[in-house]
């Protein structure tokens, strides 16, 4: 009678009942399936999350998506951009500045409108080309930077600015290099703080 009550109890502590040895989970396991190798990628689509869903992108638009991420399409952007900021603060310069129109041989004599309105034209032109030039060669050396390092930080700006102020001073020796490299990269730096 005693053998059959120890039984039974053995029987009531276990849920599953006689069989085989059940395995023992392990922490490690479980997050392997949760977290880790082993975890299965679901593709997070908006429909399935309660959002409109988006249809899948067609071969042209992903043509269209690479080529507006590409380091050329980003340099003619800039240098497109750059050139109409410089034409508008050159020709705004021009507009303030006293001297527009004057001419050294006759100080006394009052310029023209045509005058004033050609050294504004030129002014706003040299601004233009300058701010194209330098807008492109940033974003060209700052796509490429950031190619290379395969990361998206402050670092690329400064470093993109080193180069393109270095090499904008190169042109008036090895001093100037050096300083406008320095320069560009502390004026890149501080405009990535304030924009992040």
Same mark, same amino acid.
């Given at each position: /009678?005693?053998?059959?009550t ?51 992108k067609?071969?042209?638009?992903k /043509?269209?998506e ?56 030129q002014?706003? /032109? ?48 090895v ?7 320095g ?13 992040r």
């Amino acid at each position: /009678m005693a053998a059959s009550t120890g039984a039974a109890s053995d029987a009531s502590s276990d849920p599953q009942g006689p069989g085989p040895e059940q395995p023992t989970l392990q922490y490690s396991m479980i997050l392997d399936h949760l977290i880790g190798d082993k975890r299965p990628v679901k593709e997070l689509s908006p429909g399935v999350m309660g959002g409109l869903p988006v249809p899948a992108k067609s071969d042209e638009q992903k /043509m269209i998506e690479r080529g507006m991420e590409s380091c050329a399409f980003k340099s003619v952007l800039a240098c497109v951009g750059g050139f109409v900021l410089g034409g508008a603060f050159g020709v705004f310069t021009a507009g303030i500045d006293t001297n527009v129109g004057f001419d050294p041989k006759d100080p006394m004599r009052t310029p023209t409108a045509r005058e004033v309105l050609k050294d504004m034209g030129q002014r706003g /032109m040299s601004y233009a080309k300058n701010f194209a030039i330098v807008g492109a060669m940033f974003s060209c050396t700052e796509c490429i930077i950031e190619s290379h390092r395969g990361k998206s930080d402050w670092k690329n700006a400064v470093y993109s600015g080193c180069v393109t102020g270095g090499a904008i001073g190169f042109r008036a020796g090895v001093k100037a290099g050096v300083l406008g490299c320095g320069g560009f990269a502390a004026f890149s730096a501080a405009i990535e703080y304030y924009l992040r």
